[in-house]
């Protein structure tokens, strides 16, 4: 990847983000493995995070989380979308709202002056507070019982499944989940779409998606290269856009 990398004459700078133990290793095998001593063509820098956001902004917000693996710094990450209050078009229309540049500021929280002087207050066209999409995403991990929180009510989980439920001992040995150990977790937690990765050779991707559906339904077995749209999922409480 770092070769690929080098090659975009458009890239200039990459950044890795890992923890101090994980960056160790990549620094150990980027300097000396790959480059041996060599000077990159592009600027690497690597980052050490914590636990806790990462990126924020209006939108959306990136946090890590600890997990259990064979080696301290081990991070999940939790994607988030900001809450917002959607807009209520039937209710602009009631107080004679005309379509753009007040609409538009009202969306963004302003209050509005109308042609005919009365001043419209976002409360009045905005709806109540919707959660935004929630994306887990965990790699190397070997209990779940630690991420029952961070983990409830995702609209998705991405997560290993290196093992089957009979080689559970080997599983807990190498400090990774078998593909029923990832759907309990998935089905505890009440998410909307399980996606598993980091399969063993050893296995036919049918056997671990068998495995997994007999405790979770909403299941997928990622490949490379696969996209997926993540989208938000209906849970007790919610009120969903009818689009």
């Not at 924020?56 to 080696?71: C, I, M, N, Q, T």
Request: proline share 6%; charged share 30%.
């Amino acid at each position: 990847m770092l070769s690929t990398f080098s090659r975009w004459e458009t890239l200039e700078h990459l950044e890795i983000w890992a923890g101090a133990w994980a960056l160790e290793r990549i620094r150990d095998l980027i300097f000396g493995v790959v480059l041996r001593g060599t000077r990159p063509s592009i600027q690497i820098d690597l980052i050490p995070i914590k636990a806790g956001v990462l990126l924020e902004d209006e939108y959306f917000k990136l946090s890590a989380f600890p997990v259990s693996h064979r080696g301290p710094d081990c991070f999940g990450f939790l994607f988030e979308e900001t809450p917002r209050r959607p807009f209520l078009p039937e209710r602009a229309e009631e107080l004679n709202i005309p379509p753009g540049p007040l609409r538009r500021d009202l969306v963004n929280g302003k209050s509005v002056t109308l042609p005919d002087g009365r001043t419209i207050d976002p409360g009045e066209v905005l709806g109540t507070t919707r959660r935004g999409t929630r994306l887990v995403h965990i790699g190397d991990c070997g209990k779940v019982n630690n991420l029952l929180d961070v983990c409830q009510q995702a609209d998705a989980l991405v997560i290993e499944a290196t093992y089957l439920e009979f080689e559970k001992k080997m599983a807990k040995k190498f400090g990774h989940l078998t593909a029923a150990q990832a759907a309990s977790l998935a089905r505890r937690a009440g998410v909307g779409h399980l996606y598993l990765t980091h399969l063993s050779r050893r296995y036919r991707e049918k056997d671990i998606a068998d495995e997994a559906s007999k405790v979770f339904p909403n299941v997928s077995v990622a490949r490379d290269f696969d996209t997926f749209s993540i989208r938000k999922t209906q849970h007790d409480g919610d009120e969903i856009d009818p689009a």
